[in-house]
């Protein structure tokens, strides 16, 4: 298991890099699926809160969660869509400002942010229609703690939908492993589960009709566009980090930027890309 910052300060620390060499306008702090026609990062970050809301079939009367919202890129463009409500939770608390300001800004009031940990949270029982975590459920040691309090806060027949990477393969060779452990490092994670073992949680945890999206062609592009944004930083944040004027975790990032393209390498299929979609 790599040794990892925890969460919160994770992000309050990252959350300035990914807005100016990421997410841009778009708010999302997640791998952009390309499509034929998709031009730029920020239409592919939009193209995955695309796919999020079609696998979820959302309606104006849905209560919905974002277990991991970020800065609430994902909360809004949906807010802004439907007149479902929306509930963001983060740890960083510098991501729950962000988010509760772009929210006010953009006046929207079905939309709203909280602190709060995704394993234990201080919603009721049967509190959601559906609930969704982009990139965010990879931060959890052990998957079913988080998949156990999502079906409790899922009403009867609620529809969870879980977009992330997961490893490919269990039996990983000594440099495999160390490709995991730069990123997981990078990313700030503490392991990361097979497909496989993440389909069986979702089973243990309860829940049923379990289906499972393939992505890994579609994050081609955003694998490629991190590793250039991790080969141009790669000097510059180990000079930054050398003279003590960013934290380690800044130049750990770029590390990852850079390993990342080996984990989702098509050659070796460490590891891949998708969305599971389930119901209670
Ligand atoms: C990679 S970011 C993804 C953010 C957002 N889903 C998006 O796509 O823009 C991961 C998010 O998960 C959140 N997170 C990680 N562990 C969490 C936990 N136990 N409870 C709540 N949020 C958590 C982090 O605070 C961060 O906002």
Known sequence: MASHLDTGTYYNHLQIMYDIFYSKSTSGLHYGFWEKNTKTTEESIINTNKFVVKCLDINDKDIILDAGCGIGGTCLFIGKRYNAKIIGITLSKRQLTRASK???????????????????????????????????????????????????????????????????????????????KNCLTGWGLPNLSTKEKFFEDLKKAGFRNIKYYDKFKSIRKTRNRIFRLGLFGYLLTLLMYTFRLVPKCIHDNTIMCINQKRLFSDKNNIATYGVFIAEK
């Open 102 to 180: 772009k929210a006010n800004t953009v006046g929207l009031n079905n939309v709203t942010f909280s602190q709060q940990d995704y394993t234990k949270t201080d919603f009721k029982d049967k509190s959601f229609t559906k609930i969704y975590a982009i990139e965010s459920i990879c931060h959890t040691k052990n998957n079913l703690d988080f998949l156990i309090e999502a079906y409790r806060l899922l009403k009867n027949n609620g529809k969870l939908v879980i977009s992330d990477g997961f490893l490919a393969r269990e039996n990983l060779n000594k440099k495999e492993k160390q490709v995991l």
